[in-house]
Each structure stands twice: as structure tokens, then as C-alpha cells.
T-cell receptor
Framework: GDSVTQMEGPVTLSEEAFLTINCTYT??????LFWYVQYPGEGLQLLLK?????DKGSNKGFEATYRKETTSFHLEKGSVQVSDSAVYFC???????????????FGQGTILTVHP | NAGVTQTPKFQVLKTGQSMTLQCAQD?????MSWYRQDPGMGLRLIHY???????DQGEVPNGYNVSRSTTEDFPLRLLSAAPSQTSVYFC????????????FGQGTRLTVV
């Protein structure tokens, strides 16, 4: 079945540091890939997405590139801020896996803490 | 813009009690789902629905029931609460489609004692 694996956390960085959160996936077909972010006390919200190989999703300074050859979708940001402290989830949607459109498979989440 | 509304935000139950977590969306989305979030395990799908009158099981359905009588509402019922159901529960909705954005409620933190 489909699965998503994220790097172990938590991740602690100083403000303006470079961020990478690794994400790899296993899927039956050609999935769409997503990064969701969960700020303290809130639900998840979409950060960025990519729908086919070599697509780059970007938003709020974050980027991730869909790499089919390495089945990866790593999240990066060049200079993090304290306000980026949150939990980040990598996810995929794979209708070829026999499930209905809209169903998401999530990674375990990575806690990011940014200090001033 | 209400989006996805979940109630209650917090709940404490005794083992064996039943309750219903409410979820409503005002975006006319066909797809609705319930997840539970546990430390180190990400979000796991409990049940989902692709439209009114249609529901199906997800990854961890045991101990939970759902129904979808309207497009807007998708309640989750705990039949006989157990400590293993202590978790944070999220409801989500989206349009049908592989690339669509899922919208999440703020979550319900449930403790079963």
C-alpha cells in the first residue's frame, strides 16, 4: 500500500537558518504530493503541492520538488523565521491505489522549532 | 468564511461511554473524512465519504461509526469509548479529485479515562 516517510524530528533551528525536511514515498500509481502545516492549536492547512514529476511547489518561501526517480518530495526554506515553528506533514493522494480521489496518506509529521 | 467546523474542541469521557463528534462544512465539498492524530504516527484515516449516503472505512475504523445524510454534515460516533481512543480527531473536506486541497477543522482533543 501507499506510505509516506518523513525525517525524524524534532528539528530545532536558529532564525535565518536553512531548513530541509526529508520526505520519501511509496505509491502504486502517479500520486500528487503535498506539504501541510499545523500551527499550534490549529488544524492542518495546505502549504504547497506538486502534481507530476519535476513539478516544484512553492509558498511563503518554502519549496519542494517532485522527484520521481528518488520518490522524494523534500521541503526546503532558505531562511526560517520564528513564525515558521509548527508541525509539517508530507502527504500523497494516489487514486491508482484503488482508493477514491481526495484520500490522503500522511507521514508522521516533523516538529520544527525556530529560536530567535 | 466558516470552512470546516468541529465540535466540541475538548472532551473527557469515561470508558464505555458513547459520544458523537460533530463536523460541518459550508463549501459544498463532496469528500469528507475523519482522521485521528497520535504522536509519532501522523494522521490516520478512520472513515470517509464521497457524498451523501456513501461512506467507507479507512485505515483504523474499529470502534467508530459514521453517517452522511447531508452534504454538509459528517458526524463521527464513538460507540463505547476506550482509553486507546484518546487522541486528537480532525475532520476534513475537499472536492473530489487527486489534486484538490483538503480543508481541516481545528480538531477535537478527546481523553478517555
Amino acid at each position: 500500500g501507499d506510505s509516506v516517510t518523513q525525517m525524524e524530528g524534532p528539528v530545532t533551528l536558529s532564525e535565518e537558518a536553512f531548513l530541509t525536511i526529508n520526505c520519501t514515498y511509496t505509491a502504486t500509481g502517479y500520486p500528487s504530493l503535498f506539504w501541510y502545516v499545523q500551527y499550534p492549536g490549529e488544524g492542518l492547512q495546505l502549504l504547497l503541492k506538486a502534481t507530476k514529476a519535476d513539478d516544484k511547489g512553492s509558498n511563503k518561501g518554502f519549496e519542494a520538488t517532485y522527484r520521481k526517480e528518488t520518490t522524494s518530495f523534500h521541503l526546503e526554506k532558505g531562511s526560517v523565521q520564528v513564525s515558521d515553528s509548527a508541525v509539517y506533514f508530507c502527504a500523497l493522494s494516489d487514486p491508482a491505489g484503488g482508493t477514491s480521489y481526495g484520500k490522503l496518506t500522511f507521514g508522521q509529521g516533523t516538529i520544527l522549532t525556530v529560536h530567535p | 468564511n466558516a470552512g470546516v467546523t468541529q465540535t466540541p474542541k475538548f472532551q473527557v469521557l469515561k470508558t464505555g461511554q458513547s459520544m458523537t463528534l460533530q463536523c460541518a462544512q459550508d463549501m459544498n465539498h463532496e469528500y469528507m473524512s475523519w482522521y485521528r492524530q497520535d504522536p509519532g504516527m501522523g494522521l490516520r484515516l478512520i472513515h470517509y465519504s464521497v457524498g451523501a449516503g456513501i461512506t467507507d472505512q479507512g485505515e483504523v475504523p474499529n470502534g467508530y461509526n459514521v453517517s452522511r445524510s447531508t452534504t454538509e454534515d459528517f458526524p463521527l460516533r464513538l460507540l463505547s469509548a476506550a482509553p486507546s481512543q484518546t487522541s486528537v480527531y480532525f475532520c476534513a473536506s475537499s472536492s473530489l479529485g487527486q489534486n484538490t486541497e483538503a480543508f481541516f477543522g481545528q480538531g477535537t482533543r478527546l481523553t478517555v479515562v
